[in-house]
């Protein structure tokens, strides 16, 4: 189980320079990306779809050994998705619905998908758009010639980053302090529970 918790973040290990920990103005805001608001509430909807996708496959949130609360995890997600899109978009790249097809049936299907998207902090609602994302930002590396060898590969990396970090992301305090130094001895996503305490239950949080 491990390694699915590193997964996690090394799928947005990229996007982790070009996140900040201030904390948005409007009351009832989770994040905003780019300008655009992730709200509690949106928040709160897709915990609790994913605790209760979680509930239906019989897995529990601590075989997954997820860096964080499972409210923190999923933000996370949500937004770096929304940046992984903004930042490619900016540079013209598009993604068809056949192209995300594509990967769903390479995956084995739409009911195998949302298996992997699960073992990520990704509702089944979300899944298309994760998966929309990922592939954005493929092909926002091999824009710049990544993929063809290491080099080029770090080159269109560095450059992708350069990209992320012109779309910012800013953080409730609620959700704890941005953890900008993560790496396989220090995980964790956030650093603190936030000045408002422990994470609350997703039907609780405001």
């Known amino acids: 189980m491990k390694s699915t918790r590193l997964r996690v973040i090394l799928a947005v290990a990229a996007a982790g320079a070009a996140l900040t920990a201030c904390s948005p103005g409007q009351a009832g805001t989770a994040a905003v990306v780019g300008g655009e608001r992730i709200s509690t509430g949106e928040l709160d909807s897709s915990v609790k ?21 499972v409210p923190q995890v999923v933000l996370f997600q949500l937004a770096t998705a929304k940046q992984y899109t903004k930042a490619a978009e900016r540079q013209g790249i598009t993604v068809t619905e056949a192209e995300i097809d594509q990967v769903i049936a390479a995956s084995g299907g739409e009911t195998q998908h949302e298996q992997r998207m699960l073992q990520q902090a990704v509702a089944p609602s979300h899944s298309r758009e994760f998966t929309k994302a990922g592939l954005m930002l493929t092909k926002l590396m091999a824009k710049y010639g990544g993929g063809a ?5 770090q080159r269109g990396q560095a450059q992708a980053i350069k990209d992320l970090q012109a779309v910012k992301v800013t953080w409730s305090p609620r959700y704890g302090t941005l953890n900008n130094n993560r790496s396989e001895q220090s995980p964790q996503l956030f650093v603190d529970a936030g000045r408002f305490g422990a994470i609350p239950p997703a039907e609780q949080a405001q």
Do not use: H, M, T
């Open 49 to 69: 779809e994913y605790e209760q996708a979680l509930a239906k496959a019989n897995v529990s949130p601590a075989d997954l050994q997820f860096p964080g609360s």
């Open 149 to 153: 060898d290491e080099a080029a590969l």
